[in-house]
């Protein structure tokens, strides 16, 4: 796919289409699209609404929402290692928490807040953790299983649990506290208005980047391995190769959504590192929808906007119903619930061949 | 969105209690209890209490927020501070940090409380600090015994300090229980703390720290541990190991037989909560050392009134205790209903300048004073040691003790 | 040297008593993992669930045994109910199974949670006191833990073994098409499994509970090191997870005798996944018992 374009085209209903997505290559509608696309429908109300939201909450419910976006963010990353490639990471807080602790260590230590020195180096801290722990699970003589890239990621989270939980130097079980604000210049970006739009404006570059990944060539061989992994290794795939490309990518994004809530909240702890919060993330996920990227996100907004909701009324219940929903939701609808308005064939995408000049070599 | 509007709410850790007057709550939010009569034309005097309602300590913060209702009510009852009633805002921190920091955030932002008493364990206090006093700019009150070192301006501590704990604790072990001291601890930064001190005291008074370890919070065997303090015949365990793991480390203790041998077990967050959670022989001679036993109910009236009056409240298993950081709850409140009085207004400068002086006369435990400038709070300590399940006295501290922090 | 000798005893008899509590509990994992092919994220729980019911029998004055003895049944009815239920549906994909157990475990851990709230509860053992050998001292209930685990574990491998309903499941493990075809009831065989699977972690929570006090977090700290163990001692047979238990187990207790035991936390963990990296089948592979 190219850039994400707006085209307005006429269906054969004569109902104006406002698609957000690639255009066809040769100009011809194929038959599928005399359907109304649902998906950018989807992508642009939730910006809309995102994009209005400061302005008609009070402002700690804003501060409440900007958090909603930053684990939209991590839950983005594992929606691309677990949705597009097939990688079962039950250990994404592995990356997210490392980051965190990493900006964390960085703000205390050597007062480093600059706002582009911490948020790089934090992306920077989950793409080399992800891309040591993945290297060393995915790549080797043999494919690893599934079990075991699951189990070894769980591993890592718990372990790095129990090491921050250990390591006085970290904070041991207390974590470290009053992480100074991060800055832009000397102005410090504190949470609020505008730390929302920060981290909005991050969360649409970053799914843009990956709608743009996933719809490339590069997203084509992906598509192949979650389909069939041995036949596209006959075709000459490195199908480990393009597993830790992706899982690599996917810790870098995570780290960000670290680095970005370590400052929000001001404080970073070994639970952020651990495998309750790494399976937040894959329920988040399941329950919006894998595979498509806005359901990542949806997911998240939805369980995080009514726990908040719920837990004040019902406390010791919450936790149970969300147990409930969650088995409901694998049971009977494991596409999760963006299912409801998502045609499987939209789901996968579309990754038409473009004019010539306008794509770049597959990997 | 919040309207405010007359709506009982079910909370479970009030039922089966008396119900206070004109409790009620906000749709979605904490508990608020406010006032039947509410016609101060200056409007109400807004508390607000952040403590662990849920969660492994639940015991400690429920307490705590039992304390805070039966205060505020007293105040209120009495005609209010300054004439003005006092609302009561409570919110959880369900022993989360990352979910207190929330909610502490909505009685700063949404109800805008004038002060915030609240957290119990330090890495609570050291995450809601923050919101409460640099980003929030708002008075906090912390209750709870801690490992000192706490110096955050507008930041006022009510509970006993190391200093407190140890300074005349440790020479009563040393005499009744012997010179070799193990330092068994959970690996946070209270205990981290808290050892350095008292392993200055030790050595002070001719004692010998034999060890000190630090294990992971949910370590539930302690066999090395054991069979480190049976082989080096230590004389006292000064142990700082926590729930959950406490529990499992004094049972392997008894059954390889330290107490039988005359071992001391020491631990100076002990109080009647947490007596049941061994069986009485299993402690048999435990010393904590506290601001606060219920047994001095016999000859304090000031204390007997108060655990009178609290379990008249709310009687049943949440009890009052020092080591929850009730007593300190109920300190607090005192002394910042004192310093409110002198200041004549409740904006955050004025109080804090008269918090910083401020005595009560009366508390659990007897008087308490703050020390000027150093935002701690002078208090009586009792020595106490387990007998059959329950507690005796066996020191007193001629006055009040200095907390020797900042 | 008498003295050295009976030191070494006691830290033995130690690492072998936590070693037999988690062999407990990774038995009904592995049997399932074994069994089904999936990994059961609420084994945990199952431990939490046998522990509670202890602790209610014994809170409304019954003696602990009957609430122990009771434990494994009630907690292998309500497996049987759950695989009739839900987990049948997740034996076509096991990374479902995981997420949909990991719900069903978080379930069951909120509900004990709401039943108990946050407080650390404990009971008394069984059997009391200590046994004693010369100075040093061995919890009595510590050594019926050990004892009751190798009663079970022999149980176990002759029921597999020379029972006829072992012979069908060891039957289905090795061919589930062709035992069907055979007329064994596969359905029924899995059912009984996973609940053999669950009554095992009930018993383990029964035992354990006396030694480490029940709290609503009771499983989480048994599911990762139980994976870790099924995986290193390997899939596939009855021995392997026990092997793995064993590792595991004798590992995190003995290690924190020679170093911090925050570093032997995480050390037990780097090496099995290592271990497993290098060598996917495990230590024992096989099928079969």
Redesign the interface.
């Known amino acids: 796919m190219g850039v994400a374009k707006e085209a307005v085209r006429v269906t054969a209903s004569g109902v104006p289409d406002i698609a957000m997505s690639e255009c066809e290559s040769d100009g011809t509608l194929p038959a599928q699209q005399t359907r109304r696309k649902v998906l950018p429908v989807v992508e642009g109300l939730t910006l809309a609404v995102a994009i209005l939201l400061p302005l008609v909450l009070?402002?700690?419910l804003t501060?409440?929402a900007t958090?909603v976006i930053i684990l939209s963010l991590f839950a983005l990353s594992f929606d691309l290692v677990w949705g597009y490639a097939g990688i079962?990471s039950?250990g994404q807080a592995l990356f997210f928490g490392s980051a965190g602790y990493g900006v964390a260590l960085l703000a205390r230590d050597l007062e480093i807040t600059a706002i582009f020195l911490v948020l790089p180096a934090a992306a920077l801290i989950g793409l080399i953790f992800s891309l040591l722990l993945g290297g060393?699970?995915l790549l080797?003589r043999?494919p690893?299983?599934?079990?075991?890239v699951?189990?070894?990621t769980?591993?890592?989270s718990?372990?790095a649990d129990?090491?921050a939980?250990?390591?006085?130097y970290l904070?041991?079980?207390?974590?470290i506290?009053?992480i100074s604000p991060m800055t832009l210049g000397s102005a410090e970006i504190?949470?609020g208005p505008v730390y929302y739009y920060l981290a909005l404006g991050i969360l649409v570059v970053v799914y843009l980047l990956c709608r743009f990944l996933v719809r490339s060539q590069f997203g084509l061989a992906l598509a192949g391995l979650r389909e069939n992994e041995q036949r596209i290794a006959f075709f000459g795939y490195k199908a480990q190769h393009l597993k830790a490309i992706v899982f690599a990518v996917g810790g870098a994004i995570a780290g960000l959504a670290g680095g970005l809530y370590a400052f929000h909240?001001?404080?970073v702890?070994p639970?952020m590192l651990g495998?309750v919060f790494s399976?937040q993330v894959?329920?988040y996920v399941?329950f919006g929808g894998s595979g498509t990227l806005i359901g990542a996100v949806i997911g998240a907004i939805i369980i995080e906007g009514v726990s908040?909701?719920l837990?004040?009324?019902y406390?010791?219940?919450w936790?149970?119903i969300?147990?409930?929903l969650?088995?409901l939701v694998?049971?009977f609808r494991?596409l999760g619930l963006i299912s409801f308005v998502l045609g499987e064939r939209e789901r996968v995408g579309s990754f038409g061949r473009k004019p010539k000049g306008r794509r770049h070599a597959a990997p | 969105m919040f309207s405010d509007h007359n709506h009982l709410s079910r909370r479970r850790f009030l039922s089966g209690l008396a119900v206070t007057s004109g409790a009620l709550a906000t749709g979605v939010g904490s508990w608020v209890v406010r006032p039947d009569w509410a016609n101060a034309a200056e409007g109400p005097i807004k508390v607000g209490i952040a403590t662990d309602l849920t969660g492994p300590i639940a015991y400690a913060g429920t307490a705590d927020a039992n304390v805070a209702k039966m205060v505020i009510k007293e105040i209120n009852d009495a005609g209010g501070l300054l004439s003005r009633p006092i609302e009561l805002y409570i919110e959880d921190t369900a022993s989360n940090e990352s979910v207190a920091v929330g909610n502490v955030r909505k009685l700063i932002q949404r109800d805008k409380v004038d002060m915030v008493l609240g957290g119990i364990t330090s890495s609570m206090r050291n995450a809601i600090k923050d919101p409460i006093v640099a980003r929030g700019k708002t008075l906090y009150i912390y209750p709870q015994l801690y490992e000192g070192k706490e110096c955050t301006p507008y930041l006022f501590c009510t509970g006993p300090t190391p200093a407190q704990q140890c300074d005349e604790f440790i020479p009563w072990l040393i005499k009744n229980g012997g010179k070799k001291f193990a330092l068994p601890s959970a690996n946070y930064v209270w205990p981290h703390t808290l050892n350095v001190y008292a392993r200055k005291v030790i050595e002070a008074n001719g004692g010998e720290v034999v060890f000190e370890e630090y294990y992971p919070l949910d370590q539930v065997d302690f066999s090395a541990t054991v069979n480190r303090v049976i082989s080096n015949k230590v004389d006292v365990v000064f142990n700082t190991v926590i729930p959950p793991g406490v529990g499992p480390f004094f049972k392997q203790l008894y059954e390889a037989g330290f107490l039988k041998n005359g071992g001391r077990l020491a631990c100076v967050y002990y109080d009647e909560n947490t007596l049941n959670i061994n069986q009485a022989n299993e402690i048999e001679g435990l010393a904590s050392c506290l601001d606060y036993f219920k047994t001095l109910t016999k000859d304090d009236p000031v204390s007997a009134k108060i655990q009178a009056a609290y379990d008249k409240d709310y009687p049943g298993k949440i009890l009052f205790a020092a080591g929850s950081a009730a007593t300190g709850t109920y300190r607090g409140l005192k002394l910042w209903e004192a310093a409110v009085k002198e200041a004549g207004k409740v904006d955050r400068d004025a109080v804090a300048a008269a918090l910083d002086h401020a005595k009560i006369a009366e508390g659990p435990g007897g008087p308490a004073e703050m020390v000027p400038g150093k935002r701690h709070c002078k208090m009586k300590m009792y020595t106490a040691v387990a007998k059959g399940g329950n507690y005796e006295i066996v020191g007193r501290s001629d006055g009040l003790v200095d907390p020797k922090e900042c | 040297m008498v003295q050295g000798m009976a030191s070494a005893f006691v830290a033995a008899f130690e690492i072998l008593s936590f070693g037999a509590i988690i062999v407990l509990v990774v038995l009904g994992l592995g049997i399932i993992a074994s069994m089904m092919g999936i990994f059961n994220f609420a084994q945990g729980e199952f431990v939490l669930l046998g522990a509670y019911i202890t602790y209610l029998a014994y809170s409304r004055g019954l003696p602990i045994w009957v609430g122990m003895a009771a434990a494994p049944f009630l907690v292998g009815a309500l497996g049987f109910v759950l695989e009739g239920l839900i987990i049948r549906r997740f034996y076509a994909a096991p990374i479902v199974a995981m997420l949909g157990t990991y719900a069903l475990g978080l379930i069951i851990r909120e509900s004990v949670r709401g039943l108990i709230g946050g407080f650390y509860l404990t009971v008394p053992e069984p059997i009391g006191g200590s046994i004693d050998i010369g100075t040093f001292h061995i919890s009595a209930w510590r050594f019926t833990i050990i004892v009751v685990t190798l009663l079970v574990m022999v149980a176990c491998y002759l029921l597999l073994s020379r029972t006829t309903f072992g012979l069908r499941v060891r039957a289905t493990l090795e061919n589930p098409a062709l035992a069907r075809a055979s007329g064994i009831s596969t359905p029924m065989i899995y059912g009984t499994t996973f609940a053999f699977g669950a009554a095992l972690a009930g018993l383990a929570g029964a035992l354990i509970v006396p030694v480490f006090s029940l709290f609503a977090d009771l499983g989480i700290r048994f599911l990762i090191q139980g994976f870790v163990a099924v995986m290193v001692g390997g899939v596939g047979s009855f021995i392997g997870p026990v092997a793995g238990a064993g590792v595991i187990g004798t590992l995190s207790a003995a290690l924190p005798w020679i170093m911090a035991p925050v570093i032997a936390d995480i050390l037990v963990f780097v090496l099995a996944i290592v271990f497993i990296k290098f060598r996917p089948q495990g230590l024992l592979s096989g099928k079969g018992v």
């Open positions: 009070q402002d700690y501060v409440f958090r079962m039950f060393f699970l080797g043999y690893s299983s599934v079990i075991f699951a189990l070894g769980l591993t890592g718990y372990a129990r090491l939980r250990g390591w006085y904070g041991g079980q207390n974590g506290p009053s504190t949470e909240e001001g404080f702890w639970n495998v399976t894959v329920l399941l908040f909701y837990s004040d009324n406390r010791d219940v936790p149970i969300l147990g409930v969650l088995l694998i049971l494991p």
